[in-house]
């Protein structure tokens, strides 16, 4: 059964710096990959979709990355800023299963 | 505006009663999802629906219920069978089932007293 985990759990970082979240995964054979952003007490806000075939994905300060063989993604966040502060989920769509599997989440702080 | 509307967003129930969440979509996507989301653990999948008048069992289905009689809407009834139903309720929906895009709703939050 695939397996998705994200490491580390909570990160804390001043305003204006880069950072990056990890995401990594045990089995390779998947549709795409989906990160999402969640605020407390809020559904999950879609950031960037990468399928299989992508090796990365932007949207304006976010940039994702994928590497299928390694079974990692990142998710780099560029100048963050104190709006960025949340919850960010990776999930990933397995070949041969009909959902998605969630890492649990690395909670971003960034400080003013 | 397209998108996934849940309600109600807080609801309370008493213990021994059937409460049914309401999930709808307007995104014409064949795909839905309901996820459970507890303090420091990952969403566990509940059930899903690939297309109408058909929907699996996920990780945690016993004492939850579902129907998809439209395509628009996947509504979930929490039994009294479920043993601990306090808990954040997440409804999804994608237009393809493999390689869609996954919106979620804002979430119902449910407290049994």
């Known amino acids: 059964k695939q397996e998705v985990t994200q490491i580390p759990a909570a990160l804390s970082v001043p305003e204006g710096e880069n950072l990056v979240l990890n995401c990594s995964f045990t089995d390779s054979a998947i549709y795409n990959l989906q990160w999402f952003r969640q605020d407390p007490g809020k559904g999950l806000t879609s950031l960037l979709l990468i399928q299989s075939s992508q090796r990365e994905q932007t949207s304006g300060r976010l940039n994702a990355s994928l590497d299928k063989s390694s079974g990692r993604s990142t998710l780099y966040i560029a100048a963050s800023q104190p709006g960025d502060s949340a919850t960010y989920l990776c999930a990933v769509t397995s070949t041969g299963a009909n959902n998605l599997f969630f890492g649990t989440g690395t909670r971003l702080t960034v400080i003013p | 505006d397209g998108g996934i509307t849940q309600s109600p967003k807080y609801l309370f129930r008493k213990e021994g009663q059937n409460v049914t969440l309401s999930c709808e979509q307007n995104?014409?996507?064949?795909?839905m999802y309901w996820y459970r989301q507890d303090p420091g653990q990952g969403l566990r999948l509940i059930y899903y629906s690939q297309i109408v008048n058909d929907f699996q069992k996920g990780d945690i289905a016993e004492g939850y219920s579902v129907s998809r009689e439209k395509k628009e809407s996947f509504p979930l009834t929490v039994t009294s069978a479920q043993k601990n139903p306090t808990a954040f309720y997440l409804c999804?929906?994608?237009?393809?089932?493999?390689?869609?895009?996954?919106?979620f709703g804002e979430g119902s939050r449910l407290t049994v007293l």
């Open positions: 995104l014409n996507h064949d795909a």
């Open positions: 999804a929906s994608r237009y393809d089932k493999n390689t869609g895009e996954l919106f």
